[in-house]
């Protein structure tokens, strides 16, 4: 095989799109959505991992929707499609197809209040990590059943000081606070039986 057929047949992709990327495709135009499609085809069957004028690998963006970084946006116009690439498939993820008024940036086309009820409902099954340029910066996880005084006192300084402090105290073994709590008790008891038992004997 020719060297310029090897690199044709790698750049050889696919196009897949995702359910929530075609209804917002089917809510443009039908000229805007021929528009939006031919640039698709044009611009990603081919050369969809190579930067140009009109495509980019966006950085430091948290969409809300899935995808498989990194995230490419191709502009079409005052349309932005944000797409990811499946290598092993050679296959060309169209993950969301919106449309960019004048004056906004790129984070403005996400839905932030959608994302985040589905980062809250994904957290109360598992721990979600947020990542900047590949590296831990945010750890999100459910509360659980605590509530607001226990989540206060997670992150009380001063509670924490006070609980070091008080496991350097000396410990007593539970058998010695039973001892002393129940020994007391029964000897509270046995004085007052004997005690009833001499004032019978007497009234008697």
Not at 50 to 60: G, V
Not at 64 to 93: C, T
Request: proline letters at 4%; hydrophobic letters at 35%.
């Amino acid at each position: 095989m020719a060297k310029n057929e090897m690199t044709a047949c790698q750049h050889e992709i696919y196009n897949r799109y995702f359910t929530s990327a075609t209804e917002e495709l089917e809510a443009f135009r039908p000229f805007d959505q021929r528009k939006i499609t031919a640039a698709i085809h044009d611009q990603l069957d081919d050369d969809a991992d190579i930067p140009a004028r009109n495509r980019k690998i966006l950085h430091d963006v948290v969409p809300d929707f899935p995808f498989k970084p990194p995230l490419w946006e191709l502009r079409v116009g005052e349309y932005r499609i944000f797409y990811d690439i499946d290598r092993d498939g050679a296959i060309v993820n169209v993950r969301a197809v919106r449309r960019k008024e004048k004056g906004k940036r790129t984070e403005d086309l996400f839905s932030w209040q959608k994302y985040t009820e589905k980062i809250v409902e994904a957290a109360q099954h598992e721990r979600i990590l947020i990542t900047r340029k590949g590296k831990p910066v945010v750890l999100i996880v459910s509360l659980g059943f605590k509530d607001e005084e226990d989540l206060h006192l997670e992150e009380s300084r001063e509670f924490w000081e006070m609980i070091s402090e008080r496991r350097k105290q000396p410990t007593v073994p539970l058998a010695e606070v039973e001892a002393r709590l129940f020994g007391r008790r029964n000897g509270a008891k046995n004085a007052n039986s004997q005690g009833r038992k001499k004032h019978r004997k007497t009234g008697s």
